[in-house]
């Protein structure tokens, strides 16, 4: 018994002797581990309030007031501490960032996309707050990797989380750039932005553009970097016809060079078997693993093309173009119903033809506009009693409601009764009666009435009700600008309200600048692209919205248009700013 006894007190002292040398081996690795101590972050080292040395200087300062200033000496301070973990010199700590207060920053270390590093700091004094979450941030095994060389190509993330101090930016060219969120904030917009918004979005498409079929896709993918597996008939038409938008500003001679090639995949997509009901429609998509052209033909996507066709006619003369969008409109007279609205599409599935028979906004819309261009140029009466059809149709519905209308895909809402605007306009150009030129304004009216003027909630001031998403408000803003130089050309009628002058026009063109401002805010740059593996490839895309970072073409196509129909009537010099709340105590 008394050797059991004196085996388990050896046994003990063994276990205690283990354990003792693994805490103190387990502190020497780290110790090892550790690039720099880091000694000039603890307790001891840290001067005195108001203590004042020859590499530490700290005074208690008031509370910002210039929170640019803030985060430009913030993000200065933490980059200065990041270069002290490699070059082991002392920290000096800034006079400005010596404030008082309930401090709690994070730290997030971005390089090349990815998260190397994150860490918390805690203190009364701003400054020793941040330098702790700076050491944090380092000490994350993540950045075990992570050279003084890496430096330059890391981002910082700085944010503070806990009342009053919530606010949070990123550095960008040596600066921290305002945050909600993850999104960079857009506060002031000047004609010089939009023009960069231009050309970027322009290389952005050039980029969607598939360099084997010259069709274009309709998604990226930007946190995987990829495209889908098909190309769109709908989505190639219209990024086109940006790009002519385009070449009508710059005269890109690249556009031209692309044109023949965009303009062969468009007749590629389009079905020319005379034996066949749907002659001259357009195939909705095709898909390049199995190079077939799927079967379903939508009207939107023929009215859209037609669109495109008519631009490139216009350009070039070349009669093919003509002849295409007319076979394309021949289709669309055959796709209407007795009450004037448009079957919306006709798709093969389980071995026969399926109709869509539910009422559509934007196809309507899309149809008029299209059908009304077609007989602008041809004076083929069939396209307009065809556009007449849709034209009394949504006249009776908005006599009806007096207000937003609506189909039966969706309720009433600014996106489709935006396109109830923009195919009226069209009509009106070819019927000249004043009738529809009133329900243009009016309605107008109430889509103005719709934005979202809260500058105090920039995520959506300058958005619309009812709508989550750039495609969207992209459309509604394309929609004003078209409205505005609309207006400029027809004033309304006296019936509209009071006796109206061109300057009321501006209204629309100011609801638009308001958008370009949210759709900016929401488009990839060298600021907010922090976060993505192929940052160049998303530069100039225009993300969904907030929550959802792909990008739309039709995103792009939409915002684009607008920026580029209105850059000729836009002033030098500052066009909208939202001014930023100090930082309070």
Request: negative net charge.
């Amino acid at each position: 018994m008394n050797f059991l006894k004196d085996s388990r007190a050896n046994w003990k002292y063994i276990l205690i002797v283990v354990i003792l040398t693994a805490i103190v081996g387990g502190g020497i690795w780290l110790l090892a581990k550790q690039k720099v101590p880091f000694t000039e972050f603890s307790e001891i080292n840290k001067p005195e309030e108001g203590e004042m040395d020859i590499n530490n200087e700290i005074n208690i300062r008031e509370y910002p007031s210039d929170s640019e200033q803030f985060r430009n000496l913030t993000i200065k301070f933490v980059r200065e501490v990041a270069e002290n973990y490699f070059d082991e010199q002392v920290i000096k700590y800034p006079e400005e960032l010596g404030i008082r207060g309930n401090w709690v920053p994070y730290i997030t270390i971005y390089h090349q996309g990815e998260i190397k590093g994150s860490g918390k700091g805690e203190d009364e004094i701003l400054s020793f707050a941040l330098a702790e979450a700076t050491k944090v941030a380092f000490n994350d095994e993540r950045c075990e990797n992570l050279t003084k060389k890496d430096l330059k190509d890391v981002i910082f993330l700085v944010k503070f989380l806990i009342p009053p101090n919530q606010f949070s930016f990123v550095e960008y060219d040596g600066k921290g750039k305002e945050l909600i969120g993850d999104l960079v904030v857009i506060r002031n917009l000047n004609k010089e932005l939009i023009r960069q918004k231009i050309e970027q979005g322009k290389e952005f498409l050039y980029r969607v553009m598939n360099k084997n079929e010259y069709g274009f896709y309709k998604k990226y993918d930007v946190l995987n970097d990829d495209f889908e597996d098909r190309l769109h008939t709908v989505y190639s038409a219209s990024i086109i016809y940006t790009f002519l938008y385009i070449y009508d500003l710059e005269r890109d001679e690249r556009i031209l060079e692309y044109m023949p090639d965009w303009g062969n995949f468009l007749f590629f997509m389009q079905n020319k078997d005379e034996e066949d009901e749907r002659y001259g429609a357009f195939h909705y998509s095709y898909y390049l693993d199995s190079k077939e052209r799927e079967k379903k033909f939508v009207v939107g996507t023929s009215a859209l093309t037609i669109f495109t066709l008519l631009r490139l006619y216009d350009l070039t003369g070349d009669s093919k173009y003509l002849e295409s969008a007319k076979l394309a409109g021949d289709w669309l007279t055959t796709m209407q119903k007795p009450d004037g609205s448009m079957r919306s599409y006709v798709r093969y599935s389980d071995g026969k033809w399926v109709y869509g028979d539910k009422e559509s906004l934007l196809y309507n819309g899309q149809v008029l506009s299209a059908l009304s261009k077609l007989f602008q140029v041809t004076q083929d009466k069939k396209y307009y009693d065809t556009a007449e059809g849709i034209a009394r149709l949504f006249a009776e519905k908005y006599e009806k409601e007096k207000g937003y209308i609506k189909g039966e895909y969706r309720e009433k809402n600014p996106i489709s009764n935006s396109w109830v605007v923009m195919s009226l306009m069209d009509f009106y150009r070819v019927s000249q009666v004043d009738y529809y030129k009133n329900i243009i304004f009016e309605l107008s009216e109430k889509v103005l009435e719709n934005q979202k003027n809260d500058m105090d909630n920039l995520l959506h001031y300058g958005g619309w009700g009812e709508v989550y998403s750039t495609s969207g408000i992209g459309w509604i803003s394309e929609v004003m600008v078209e409205t505005y130089i609309f207006c400029k050309e027809f004033i309304p009628a006296p019936k509209f309200g009071v006796e109206a002058s061109k300057e009321d026009c501006n209204k629309y063109k100011d609801s638009a600048i308001k958008a370009m401002r949210l759709l900016i805010q929401n488009t990839y740059s060298e600021e907010n692209t922090f976060f993505l593996k192929n940052p160049k490839r998303a530069m100039g895309g225009v993300f969904w919205n907030e929550q959802n970072k792909y990008v739309r073409t039709d995103s792009v196509c939409h915002a684009l248009n607008g920026y580029v129909r209105i850059m000729n009537d836009l002033e030098d010099g500052l066009l909208l700013s939202v001014p930023g709340k100090p930082f309070v105590p």
